[in-house]
């Protein structure tokens, strides 16, 4: 009998440790599980789902701005493209992500995006390294748009020299498919803002036929982009900015 009482006895005393062991386990995890972050803590968690696709069609088309280097202001006209995506949204049959997208010419994902946007007035530049990516991105079937926001045609022109020793740009003549892929544009691109009241000039480089780059001079379409109030542009010059942002990116996805 008494052995049977040493029995029980060392039985409950097995089972108190193995409780007590589980609680301990409970607790700590309870209490790494309380100490770890909260996701929005996280350093960098909110870019990164901002850069994830916002568009549940996979192959919804995506404009991206060119975070370009130089100190030009590269994000000038923050509600340029937002605006143009909605106007193709409404307009055309095109799957489009109405959210802009940002990148630089060394980020992983330039490979991405086929159609690029870069614009402002000051000094861009890129280095023998972008210069490079540049080059492969073009000859691999991406398209830029640069929109000469007014400032940029001297420097942009001596960038393009180098980055093209080969071939110079051209003017764009006035019967290229740019001009009436979506709508008519038979007198060339439309002049939206005075800047040296010269005519608006479309230049590009062509590679195998195709124009991978297209450089906008005296017309500033995308200030025409922007919300009226920005400029106060009539309703007119608006439309034909837009219209003209649209014949840019049905080029640049469809020849």
Same mark, same amino acid.
């Not at 000094?123 to 023998?128: A, G, H, N, P, R």
């Not at 926001?149 to 764009?172: C, D, H, Q, T, W």
């Given at each position: 009998m008494a052995f049977i009482c040493i029995l029980l006895c060392m039985w409950f005393n097995v089972l108190k440790i193995s409780v007590m062991v589980v609680l301990i386990v409970l607790i700590g995890t309870y209490t790494l599980l309380a100490q770890r972050p909260n996701r929005s803590d996280i350093p960098g968690l909110s870019a990164m789902q901002k850069n994830q696709? +916002?568009?549940?069609?996979? +192959?919804?088309?995506? =404009?991206t701005r060119l975070h370009y280097s130089g100190g030009g202001d590269w994000y000038w006209g923050n509600s340029s493209v937002p605006n143009l995506l909605h106007f193709i949204a *409404?307009?055309?049959? /095109?799957?489009?992500d109405t959210n802009e997208h940002v990148v630089t010419i060394e980020d992983g994902d330039l490979f991405r995006?086929?159609?690029? /946007?870069? %614009?402002?007035?000051?000094?861009? +530049? /890129? +280095? %023998? *390294? *972008?210069? *490079?990516?540049?080059?492969?991105y073009l000859a691999g079937g991406?398209?830029?748009? =640069?929109n000469d926001s007014y400032g940029m045609e001297r420097n942009f022109k001596k960038e393009i020299a180098e980055l093209y020793p080969e071939r110079g740009l051209v003017e764009i003549p006035l019967d290229h498919p740019l001009y009436h892929c979506f709508y008519d544009f038979p007198n060339g691109p439309p002049k939206i803002h005075e800047h040296d009241n010269k005519p608006p000039r479309g230049y590009g480089i062509i590679l195998n036929g195709r124009l991978v780059l297209y450089f906008l001079v005296e017309s500033d379409i995308g200030d025409g982009w922007e919300d009226p109030q920005v400029h106060n542009d009539p309703p007119e010059l608006r439309e034909a900015a837009l219209k003209m942002g649209v014949n840019i990116l049905t080029y640049a996805l469809l020849y």
């Amino acid at each position: 009998m008494a052995f049977i009482c040493i029995l029980l006895c060392m039985w409950f005393n097995v089972l108190k440790i193995s409780v007590m062991v589980v609680l301990i386990v409970l607790i700590g995890t309870y209490t790494l599980l309380a100490q770890r972050p909260n996701r929005s803590d996280i350093p960098g968690l909110s870019a990164m789902q901002k850069n994830q696709p +916002s568009h549940p069609d996979p +192959s919804a088309i995506r =404009v991206t701005r060119l975070h370009y280097s130089g100190g030009g202001d590269w994000y000038w006209g923050n509600s340029s493209v937002p605006n143009l995506l909605h106007f193709i949204a *409404e307009n055309t049959d /095109f799957p489009v992500d109405t959210n802009e997208h940002v990148v630089t010419i060394e980020d992983g994902d330039l490979f991405r995006y086929p159609f690029l /946007f870069a %614009t402002g007035h000051g000094l861009i +530049s /890129f +280095s %023998t *390294e *972008e210069k *490079e990516r540049l080059r492969r991105y073009l000859a691999g079937g991406g398209f830029l748009f =640069v929109n000469d926001s007014y400032g940029m045609e001297r420097n942009f022109k001596k960038e393009i020299a180098e980055l093209y020793p080969e071939r110079g740009l051209v003017e764009i003549p006035l019967d290229h498919p740019l001009y009436h892929c979506f709508y008519d544009f038979p007198n060339g691109p439309p002049k939206i803002h005075e800047h040296d009241n010269k005519p608006p000039r479309g230049y590009g480089i062509i590679l195998n036929g195709r124009l991978v780059l297209y450089f906008l001079v005296e017309s500033d379409i995308g200030d025409g982009w922007e919300d009226p109030q920005v400029h106060n542009d009539p309703p007119e010059l608006r439309e034909a900015a837009l219209k003209m942002g649209v014949n840019i990116l049905t080029y640049a996805l469809l020849y």
